[in-house]
Nanobody, 116 residues
Framework: QVRLVESGGGLVPAGGSLRLSCAAS????????RAWYRQAPGKQRELVAA???????IPADSVKGRFTISRDNAKNTIYLQMNSLKPEDTGVYYC??????????WGQGTQVTVSS
């Protein structure tokens, strides 16, 4: 079984920083922990940033230059460093993984709240 656990969320003032972590465990030998998504109240879940097997990062336009996605293969973990946070960044942040059979996995999310 695959388990993804997000952590690092919290309440931060505008302009502040947070670092999110997503740790993968279980049947992860062929698992690609690939992306961070977020969902604000009343809105659809949206892609924040993705990272390829080769380490290429693909941030959304709304976070480019402020957020950085990275991977630590030894820890089976991806991270999202968030700087210069804005109130519109508020939402529940989820990590996503795919396995070789094209099954998709999600964690339960971590809440990020940016005050104005």
């Amino acid at each position: 079984q695959v388990r993804l656990v997000e952590s690092g969320g919290g309440l931060v003032p505008a302009g502040g920083s947070l670092r999110l972590s997503c740790a993968a465990s279980g049947m992860i030998s062929n698992l690609n922990v690939r992306a961070w998504y977020r969902q604000a109240p009343g809105k659809q879940r949206e892609l924040v940033a993705a990272i390829t097997d080769g380490g290429t990062t693909i941030p959304a336009d709304s976070v480019k230059g402020r957020f950085t996605i990275s991977r630590d293969n030894a820890k089976n973990t991806i991270y999202l460093q968030m700087n210069s946070l804005k109130p519109e960044d508020t939402g529940v942040y989820y990590c996503n993984a795919l396995n070789v059979a094209a099954n998709s996995y999600w964690g339960q999310g971590t809440q990020v709240t940016v005050s104005s």
